[in-house]
């Protein structure tokens, strides 16, 4: 799955962002004090919008060091070249005490992967922690976690929830409805067009980094045709939803042909049924 991640400093003031984009933050050149080695980051102006796959960091920090050292332990945990900095560094801002203990070796952990579409802020002492997770066993280790490995003197406000599976809501819309088109074409017909546009309004609040768009057909007719009218067909959803404003890097297209019935092709209602578009939500990506 792809997240966003966001880290955010102001007066030691962190914070990391992550879901349908990411973002994290990322160490400026190193100083002459010592500091752990790591790829340079990319530095981006402060309008930056992250792209799914990337974190992205920003805020204020009071050294190159306490900088550097925030880098290295995100990219360690997300992979070089996916930090975006937007950190910067102020001799003014004074980190309270162990500051680079409880929040570079404690907050800043691998458990954060296990959060889509979320935000940490670590402003001072407050932790606040925000987005979504896969189960409630998950949210609650996480929450423990800090808990135990930070002293009392730091204060966690969580917003963490589970995700709703993203396939439901869409299998709810779409249920015992069918994206039609006009005879052995690619073309959408009118009823085609409104289910379509139903689902345009609709998908913006899917939170599935991907959505998969599939064409399926019945046996009629020879299996090299069909597979390239249900890829055409797909084709045809995605440029349709496009054309509504949704993003096209949100579509994945496929054609299946009759690989993939879901009834029997002896009977009519049976190949009605597999003259389908099935869309498939990927939710987190790894």
């Not at 896969?134 to 009392?152: G, H, M």
């Not at 779409?174 to 017909?189: K, P, Q």
């Not at 879901?262 to 498939?280: C, D, L, Q, Y």
Request: glycine share 6%; net charge positive.
């Amino acid at each position: 799955m792809r997240r966003i991640f966001s880290l955010v400093f102001s007066l030691v003031f962190l914070m990391v962002c992550w879901g349908a984009r990411d973002s994290i933050a990322q160490p400026a050149p190193a100083s002459s004090t010592s500091t752990p080695s790591s790829l340079p980051a990319p530095v981006v102006p402060a309008n930056f919008i992250a792209q799914p796959g990337q974190v992205v960091v920003s805020g204020t920090v009071p050294d190159e060091r306490t900088k550097a050292e925030v880098f290295h332990k995100l990219q360690n945990i997300y992979g070089a070249g996916k930090v975006i900095d937007q950190i910067d560094v102020r001799s003014d801002v004074v980190t309270p005490r162990d500051w680079s203990q409880q929040v570079i070796n404690n907050v800043i952990s691998s458990s954060l992967k296990s959060i889509h579409r979320g935000q940490l802020e670590i402003d001072g002492t407050q932790i606040r922690l925000q987005g979504e997770v896969e189960s409630e066993p998950v949210r609650q280790s996480i929450i423990d976690t800090l808990a135990r490995s930070l002293n009392q003197s730091y204060r966690i406000v969580s917003s963490l929830r589970v995700a709703v599976n993203q396939q439901v809501q869409l299998d709810k819309l779409l249920a015992n409805r069918i994206v039609e088109f006009h005879t052995n074409s690619a073309t959408l017909t009118d009823k085609g067009q409104q289910l379509l546009d139903e689902l345009a309004d609709i998908l913006p609040q899917i939170n599935s980094d991907k959505i998969q768009i599939i064409g399926h057909t019945d046996v009629t007719g020879n299996r090299a045709t069909n597979l390239a009218l249900s890829l055409a067909r797909a084709e045809a959803v995605r440029a349709y939803l496009v054309e509504k404003g949704l993003s096209p890097n949100r579509f994945e297209t496929m054609g299946v042909g009759p690989d993939q019935p879901v009834a029997s092709n002896a009977t009519p209602e049976g190949r009605a049924k597999n003259r389908r578009i099935e869309f498939r939500a990927t939710n987190y990506a790894k």
